[in-house]
């Protein structure tokens, strides 16, 4: 995997100061988790969200050639967009036969897999080529009035595409500004040299908002929309990450795994149960039970860790949000720890980061411990430079914050303090696992 704003990502954008590229990571941090909160709250005024979530879905099953077996697996090269601004991470993906190829945001916060299409009446500027339909042989419509389309919401409210008709028209919104709108299609992806048929995708022709020049987006929440739950089936229903640095170049790149892959060799994995929420059946809740920062744990109300009736609160983990984000009961206890624990000279806060320190002489600097133990005891235990990072010469900042808004919000674990660990997402056993790797070796 490659950060979007990795010195060598194809989507690489220039900043004066790393602080700069960082300040883009938040804006787009509190849009997306702004986002999340929006949605959550349409489900529960209007019961119906980003997909239709009905009590026993239709489900959508992609073929894989090859006898299906959950012993079987692949993997995709997985870059850092860093370079963007942005703190998402990039997938290769190859869509349509023959293949076309696209760098797609990894996200573990929504479903639907979809690239931007041509012709296209509304795209925003795209580093490679469109994906093009008429060019592959097996691009094929979703029938407007079939189970399928059910799934994705149809473009206002009528379901079927006047360009191809009797085809699945769809619109699919983000809750902020950014949506894509086309065409719901099949079609067959390649990856890691397995071809996959019959893959449901949207081919985008109106998009908009902040996908950082990527071809699209690669879904993969819990719901059926997503890539992972189509091809669920094939390799036990797991995927994982590891994450190298986001400041990384391709060359030290890692993997996004689907399978046992790989995992099956670490011997240290930790899991702790995924926890259901109703109200977001997408994202990838987990139950905190204490944080602790040099040893000491803190004072922190459980009503930080719960998820209320409504909903709200409770905590997840996502591949598409750059910073760790608190409730402000915990962030200010988390805050104070560090505050207290952290001797080196303070540098201005800046860019809502809240404490900043000046290292300038310092060779080896030394912060304290920072531990998340979760539920059924597995205990998440980062290094220092995942949560105290670099934002200009000598000065590092704590990449943590609190909520904006603790109304409808969460606890938010990024990918910064992801940095350097395989997780895992096992959805056959619902667990969410986690190991400290040198991801730059298992690319």
Known sequence: MLHRNSAESPFRKTYETKLQALAEDMVIDATRLAAFRNQKNRNNSSGSGVENHTANPPVITAVIAGPPSHDYGFQSPVVSGSTLGSGQYFVDFFLGTPPQKFSLIVDSGSDLLWVQCSPCRQCYAQDSPLYVPSNSSTFSPVPCLS??????????????????????????????????????????????????????????????????????????????????????????????????????????????IFGDELISTIHDMQYTPIVSNPKSPTLYYVQIEKVTVGGKSLPISDSAWEIDLLGNGGSIFDSGTTLTYWFPSAYSHILAAFDSGVHYPRAESVQGLDLCVELTGVDQPSFPSFTIEFDDGAVFQPEAENYFVDVAPNVRCLAMAGLASPLGGFNTIGNLLQQNFFVQYDREENLIGFAPAKCSSHS
């Open 147 to 256: 189970s399928d389309c059910l799934l994705i919401p149809a473009t206002e409210g009528f379901p079927c595409d006047f360009r191809y008709p009797g085809a699945c028209a769809y619109e699919y919104l983000y809750a902020d500004t950014s949506s894509s709108k086309g065409v719901f299609a099949y079609e067959s992806a390649t990856v890691d040299g397995v071809r996959i048929d019959k893959v449901a995708f949207g081919c985008g022709s109106d998009n908009q908002g902040s996908f950082a020049a990527a071809g699209g987006v690669l879904g993969l929440g819990q719901g059926p929309l997503s890539f992972g739950s189509q091809v669920g089936y094939a390799y036990g229903n797991k995927f994982a990450y590891c994450l190298v640095n986001y400041l990384d170049p391709t060359s030290v790149s890692s993997s996004l």
